[in-house]
């Protein structure tokens, strides 16, 4: 019987992946929480009030992404469906829908660092050089810091745009927050440009001072 040779990278993808899964589905089930507490239940009543992942995923964001990352060698990245969100339904829409988008990159800081404690538990006992479960918990943390700061950026339709508006609400953010297709190709168009290398000097900075906090700096 001939030996079943298994790729590394692909040993790595299949155990990244529940991390990348559970990521999203925080991000988004906090948008959903904090929308059912101050009053919209539009999310509640689609069944994404969950920290179930099937209940999140997106086609592209969430299958595609992350398979096109693999083959390329790229870090696992990508994004879940997006919850919604009525702001008529809140008592106070603009500084209620400001807490509620501001809730999923929260959610993924948190969820950073705790990632890090465990990390630096994992660390102590296996060597962060040689285990495995430290390799997948500082990936844990790299993904998390990078969709806290990726989805603060004020470009729609991320978090950062919905912030935006709320603390200037005017006609010229109101545009520019409903821009559609067009906010996703200028999102693409700041991937593909020299500001996503200062973007990525900002979650490598973050990423330094939980080092430096963990004592590994």
Known sequence: MPDLQVSERLINFLMFL???LL????HEY???FFANKYGDD???KLGRLTLNPFKHIDLVGSVIMPLAAFASGFALIGWAKPVPVDRKNFSNPLKDDAIVSFAGPLSNFILSALLFVLFIISANIFGEQ???ISSL???GVFLNVFLFAFN???IPPLD???ILFDLFPNKLTAKYLNLGLYGSLLLLVFIYSPLWGFFMEIVNFILQLFLKIGGYV
């Open 18 to 20: 529940p991390i990348f």
């Open 23 to 26: 990521s999203i589905s925080v």
């Open 30 to 32: 906090s948008h959903a």
């Open 42 to 44: 539009t999310a509640k």
């Open 130 to 132: 040689n285990s495995i």
């Open 137 to 139: 918990l500082w990936y």
């Open 152 to 154: 603060l950026l004020p």
């Open 160 to 162: 950062g745009s919905h």
